[in-house]
């Protein structure tokens, strides 16, 4: 089965700064990329998605980029601010596969004022 | 819309005895998964129902059971709890047409 690899585990960065979370995952076949964002004692938050036909996403300050053929996925958080603090994590998923979602470990942001 | 709502947010059980957890989807929403959310698993795929179907399930024992409804709300029910069964449950609605799954916000149940 699929099996998703996310890293660092935890990040701290200053204000302003930027964040870079890093993916890579194991099955080709997957072709939905999605990014959640979880804060505490709240379920995951969807913030950002790729599919494998697109190579780079924005939406004003998060960007996701894909690369197919080194089966990675990478997410960029621009301008950091404090409640952009939170756990991020990366997720693969395959319509062949029912759409099952298969979650990277998670990354801990912590975004210093 | 409303967005994906868990029912009950807090359980605690004691060993042995079963739990039954819902969820009701966004509206329109006829898919529902569930997860499991533990610090030493992570996030796990538990199943999920279309339709009052299941169609995808993961790899957990034969105590973890859900089903679905014909208004597309779904519960799932733990027998025989387990101390390893404490995490936080959630489900996600999606559409039968796209991948993006919404979540909840969780139960977290605590078995003693």
């Known amino acids: 089965g699929e099996n998703v690899e996310q890293h660092p585990s935890t990040l701290s960065v200053q204000e302003g700064d930027s964040a870079v979370i890093k993916c890579t995952y194991s099955d080709s076949a997957s072709n939905y990329f999605p990014w959640y964002k979880q804060e505490l004692g709240k379920g995951p938050q969807l913030i950002i998605d790729?599919?494998?036909?697109?190579g780079e996403k924005k939406d004003q300050r998060i960007a996701v980029t894909l690369n197919k053929t080194a089966k990675h996925f990478s997410l960029h958080i621009t301008e950091t601010q404090p409640e952009d603090s939170a756990v991020y994590f990366c997720a693969a998923s395959q319509k062949a596969a029912g759409n099952k979602l298969t979650f990277g470990g998670g990354t801990r942001v912590l975004v210093k004022p | 819309k409303a967005g994906v709502t868990q029912t009950p947010r807090y359980l605690i059980k004691t060993r042995g005895q079963q739990v039954t957890l819902s969820c009701s989807p966004i509206s329109g929403h006829r898919s529902v998964s569930w997860y499991q959310q533990t610090p030493g698993q992570g996030l796990q795929f538990l199943f999920e129902y279309f339709s009052e179907t299941q169609r995808n399930k993961g790899n957990f024992p034969g105590r973890f059971s859900g089903r679905q409804f014909s208004n597309s709300r779904s519960e799932m029910n733990v027998s025989t709890l387990e101390l390893g069964d404490s995490a936080l449950y959630l489900c996600a609605s999606r559409t039968s047409e796209a991948e993006t799954q919404y979540f909840g916000p969780g139960t977290r149940l605590l078995v003693l």
């Open positions: 790729i599919r494998s036909n697109v």
